[in-house]
Structures are given as C-alpha cells and as structure tokens.
C-alpha cells in the first residue's frame, strides 16, 4: 500500500493521510477519552497534596495489574499490600533499556492484534516496540489535550504539523511541494526530511499561505526555518500562530529564543517518549510541571539516591499494555523548589537536561553534555547547523553547515575556543563542511553521534 501511495496524485495521498487520522483519531478519541479528559480538567485546581493522594491510588493499581498480567513483573514484583506508599517503590529493581528489550515478550501484557502500537526511534540503532492499550492511549490523549487546551487548541484548528513521517513523492520534491494536508482535521503535514536551505523558503511561503493557528514538531526544524526566516528579513505575519508545541527533543534557550522570535508567539513545551513515560508540562507561566496524575517521577544520581538534578526514572500509569516500572528512560532532568503562580500545584522542574547518553567524551576534561555542546555556538556567526561525531577517543568529527556570506575566520576560531574550553587540548578536532546533515529514520535532527559509548 506504501508503495503505492507515492504514484497516486497528490490529491488522493491527502484523502489517504485523512482516512488513515480517521482511522487512527477513533481509538484515541473513542472510549473513555472524553471521561479522562472531563476529569483532568476538574483537577486542575487540586492541591499537590490531593494530587500526590491520586498518585499512590494509581500506582498501587497499577502494579497490581503488572503483577497479575505481566510475566516478567509477576516474576520480579513483591505482593502489593494495600499500604503501599510512594516511598516504598525504591525497593523494586530498576528496569535498564536492553532489560526491557531483551524481556520485552515476557512483559506484553496484551497481544499486538488489541493494543496500539509504538515504535521507538532507534537512534541507537535498536528500535523497540511498546504496546498500549486502548483504553491507556485515550488517557494519555487526553492529558495531552488538557495541556493544550489552555492555549486554545483543539482537534479540528488549523495545525501545522513538522512531522517525521515520508510522506512525499519524487514528483512533489520536483514540485517543490513539501508537505501533505488532511483537509477533514485541518492539519498540514510538513517532511522533516527535506528541510534545507533551498527549501527553506518554500516551507516559510506555504506556512503563511496556509495560516495554522499552531505549529506541533521537532523544535530542530522549527529552529532552523526561524533562523533562515530571521537572517533573510522574512516577516512572518504576527497573530497567526497562538501556540508552538515542540515534540521528542530537547529545547535550547537559544533555539526557543529564534523561534519565539521569527513566529512571533509563544512556545509551550511538553515532555513525554515514544514508550510511554508520564507527562511534564509547561504552564501558562512558563514553569515546568511534572502531571503527577500520569506517574512517579524519580530523579537519581550516580548512586540512585534521590537527587535535585540527575537521571530519569519514571513508572508511567499509562503503559498497561508494556509496563514501566522504574523504567531508566535515558534523560536528566533538575528539580526546582517553590509554588508556581499558576493554579497548577503540581511539583517543579527547572530544566529538561536532555538525553544521558547524548554526550562527548574526553580523556582530559570527561563528559560534555548535549546543553554544554549547543552552547559551542556562543558570540559565533554564520553556523547554520552542526553535528558532532565522536568515533575515537582522541578524534572529533563536526559537520558543519554555514552561510558563506557570514561565516569568518574569527567565527571559526570563536567555535573552536569554545570546544576547546570544553573538551581540553589534547583531542583532535576535524571540521568538515557539508552541504545538508541526514535526519534519523525518525525525522529527528541528532546535534551528537557517540559511536563509542562501549569504551567510556
């Protein structure tokens, strides 16, 4: 059927990309969808107090029925006794990424035929597929929505949506046509895959013709249109977009700076995985929100004691179909003390750190996380874009994209000064400039491949 679809006119992929949300919108909005929503909406004004009761009535059930449905957790989980309480959970093991892929059979609670399935993206080289249950995919659905209806958002606004999905022909790339719209919900599709600088303009054209009330995707993308769109004058008409929501990546002060900039309104931004992991949420007032409805959140340090700044561990309410408990999703995130001005009590976060894995290492200085690399781009000039291969220890590779008209000598040596404040004198530096720098299979810009994790 896919291969098809790219011989069919353009006007039929877009019935076909309608069908298919139908298809899709049922099941997530079907069931109790409408319930859980109405309920996350009434909870809004709860206190942490009341939100932190909700929290151990929903893990206690929760792990009853892993207990009872899942192998691998009937096998590793204690008996849950009623008195459960939150404090108690650190007793249980926690659940590594090639744990859960090397197990994963034994921890399917439902079959693939009834449940919904996703794919992880497999930047590692290793996709995983979870399955959700119907009934636990409606859920999160509507927590989403909750979230965004404090913006205005609902199913059926006029959306631009940046999405990791192939959807074009050869014939719409030589048209110079890069997206595809679902004109029954309202939503255009954007390719992440073939976002450049000759196309850039196009994207820019298209968007203001189209005129979303709300952008959805990787803020790599949106960046990188912002940033052309600022560097060539391009006015992009203010009071079009209400809302951005980025998805599945890290956001930069600096990338959430431009694209706040160019749109002219404001981000919100939101974190969860393909896999399932509980909600955080950004408020009207800007502060990060952990949704204590959706899991437990605990963050560790080396020694997995607690921590205000260290490494994920979640165990998400929502992912009956594949259990998380204590799952080590691969992010850091930072705490922050305090009551948010907003009339969510749910706890604080003062930063999304990113992915734990996604760093450089070196010999002399040890590792360089994804924030401290962006940040490589300080007082420089004329870098569009950069991608950082570690294949050696003593060896970096950085692919760089630049605009030739800004670039300098002394924006090179701004660049390589501050790696070099990063990563010590003794590792090699080669830069290496390119054209375009490959999106994952997933649609996702990675800004560092570390090929030598293994080593360190």
Not at 112 to 123: A, E, L, N, P
Not at 224 to 233: P, S
Not at 320 to 341: A, F, Q, S
Not at 381 to 386: L, N, P, Q, T
Request: charged share 25%; glycine share 6%.
């Amino acid at each position: 059927m896919q291969r098809i679809y790219y011989y069919l006119p353009a006007s039929i992929q877009n019935l076909i990309i309608s069908i298919f949300n139908f298809i899709a919108y049922r099941k997530r909005y079907g069931g109790g969808y409408k319930l859980y929503l109405k309920n996350f909406n009434s909870n809004k004004n709860l206190t942490l107090q009341e939100l932190k009761t909700i929290q151990v009535e929903k893990l206690i059930a929760f792990l009853n029925i892993s207990r009872s449905k899942s192998e691998y957790f009937n096998r590793t989980l204690p008996k849950i006794e009623n008195n459960f309480t939150l404090e108690k959970i650190n007793q249980f093991p926690i659940l590594e990424k090639e744990t859960l892929r090397n197990n994963i059979d034994s921890i399917y609670t439902v079959s693939s035929r009834y449940s919904i399935v996703s794919k992880t993206g497999g930047t590692t080289g290793k996709s995983l597929a979870v399955r959700f249950t119907y009934k636990n995919m409606q859920e999160r659905f509507a927590m989403l929505d909750s979230f965004r209806d404090q913006f205005g958002y609902k199913l059926g606004k006029r959306t631009a949506w940046f999405s990791g999905k192939n959807i074009l022909s050869k014939r719409d790339i030589n048209k110079n046509r890069y997206w595809k719209t679902d004109y029954y919900y309202k939503v255009r599709y954007y390719s992440t895959f073939h976002i450049n600088s000759n196309s850039i303009e196009y994207y820019i054209n298209n968007l203001i013709n189209f005129r979303p009330e709300f952008i959805v995707g990787f803020p790599s993308n949106l960046f990188e249109i912002a940033n052309y769109g600022l560097k060539n004058n391009i006015d992009f008409p203010k009071n079009y977009i209400k809302a951005i929501f980025p998805t599945a990546e890290t956001i930069t002060d600096d990338s959430r700076n431009v694209i706040e900039r160019f749109f002219k309104t404001k981000m919100y931004n939101q974190y969860a995985s393909s896999e399932g992991a509980p909600f955080i949420f950004e408020c009207t007032t800007g502060n990060l929100h952990l949704e204590l409805q959706s899991g437990v959140f605990e963050v560790l340090d080396k020694n997995n004691k607690p921590a205000k700044k260290g490494r994920l561990v979640v165990t998400s309410f929502t992912t009956e179909g594949t259990p998380l408990i204590r799952y080590d999703i691969g992010d850091r995130v930072e705490l922050k003390e305090g009551i948010c001005n907003c009339r969510n009590q749910n706890s604080l976060v003062k930063k999304i750190l990113g992915r734990d894995d996604d760093f450089i290492y070196s010999e002399e200085t040890g590792k360089i996380n994804l924030g401290n690399i962006s940040n490589t781009l300080k007082d420089t000039r004329g870098i569009i874009k950069f991608q950082v291969i570690q294949n050696s220890l003593n060896e970096l590779i950085i692919k760089l994209i630049i605009d030739e008209n800004d670039y300098s000598v002394n924006s090179q040596k701004i660049f390589l000064n501050n790696w070099r404040d990063r990563v010590g004198e003794d590792i090699k530096i080669k830069l290496k400039f390119v054209e375009t720098i490959n999106v994952e299979k997933s649609g996702k810009y990675r800004m560092v491949k570390n090929n030598i994790k293994h080593l360190i």
